[in-house]
T-cell receptor, first 112, second 116 residues
Framework: QQQVKQSPQSLIVQKGGISIINCAYE??????FPWYQQFPGKGPALLIA?????SEKKEGRFTISFNKSAKQFSLHIMDSQPGDSATYFC???????????FGTGTRLQVTL | EAGVVQSPRYKIIEKKQPVAFWCNPI?????LYWYLQNLGQGPELLIR????????DSQLPKDRFSAERLKGVDSTLKIQPAELGDSAVYLC??????????????FGQGTRLTVV
């Protein structure tokens, strides 16, 4: 059972553009929503995370938008750079379970 | 500070052979996770430890997979016998705190297993 659905599967953005990746979840017990960035041959690394008591969180060029009623959240990468080219995973966790449930990933390519 | 260390980085074995992976978590992290990542997919939890106790092993195929974390620090994951479908990346992660108090999970670089 896929509890976190992620789209698109792949994304090509020009340098300086905005990259947008969307996720939707089903389990209303989820209370922590991180985004991970993974480069080839590396493990996932936490990029930014949000809890459902806020609708937006910004860290540098990265912003999470969260819509609790729609059970959706998205990652926006402003001024995308070639160094941002990686696979991005959304995830969700319920406080009691502690385990992360990941989306299927979005492969981002930022072109010059 | 050293991150999560996994070894080996790569392993190629013939089907039906045993294989073991090792993980050393970040010092002081009492929660340890083993995740399976198939090509083009997100990681999926195999087992989660809080200290020495396996608190969630519901997704671990117990007929061929086993794990241990004897002293509550490093951990090993074993497959015996390996099958072709076990080819994947095995990720170890750790976090401090337990249950709902767990903090950010830090991942190792993973072990890429190829079963031929």
């Amino acid at each position: 059972q896929q509890q976190v659905k992620q789209s698109p599967q792949s994304l090509i953005v020009q340098k300086g553009g905005i990259s947008i990746i969307n996720c939707a979840y089903e389990n209303t017990a989820f209370d922590y929503f991180p985004w991970y960035q993974q480069f080839p041959g590396k493990g996932p690394a936490l990029l930014i995370a949000i809890r459902p008591d806020v609708s937006e969180k910004k860290e540098g060029r990265f912003t999470i938008s969260f819509n609790k009623s729609a059970k959706q959240f998205s990652l926006h990468i402003m001024d995308s750079q070639p160094g941002d080219s990686a696979t991005y995973f959304c995830a969700a966790r319920s406080g009691t379970a502690s385990k992360l449930t990941f989306g299927t990933g979005t492969r981002l390519q930022v072109t010059l | 500070e050293a991150g999560v260390v996994q070894s080996p980085r790569y392993k190629i074995i013939e089907k039906k052979q045993p294989v073991a992976f090792w993980c050393n978590p970040i010092s002081g992290h009492n929660t340890l996770y083993w995740y399976l990542q198939n090509l083009g997919q997100g990681p999926e939890l195999l087992i989660r430890y809080e200290n020495e106790e396996a608190v969630d092993d519901s997704q671990l195929p117990k007929d061929r997979f086993s794990a241990e974390r004897l002293k509550g620090v490093d951990s090993t994951l074993k497959i015996q016998p390996a099958e072709l479908g076990d080819s994947a990346v095995y990720l170890c992660a750790s976090s401090s705190g337990t249950g709902g108090a767990s903090t950010e999970a830090f991942f190792g670089q993973g072990t890429r297993l190829t079963v031929v």
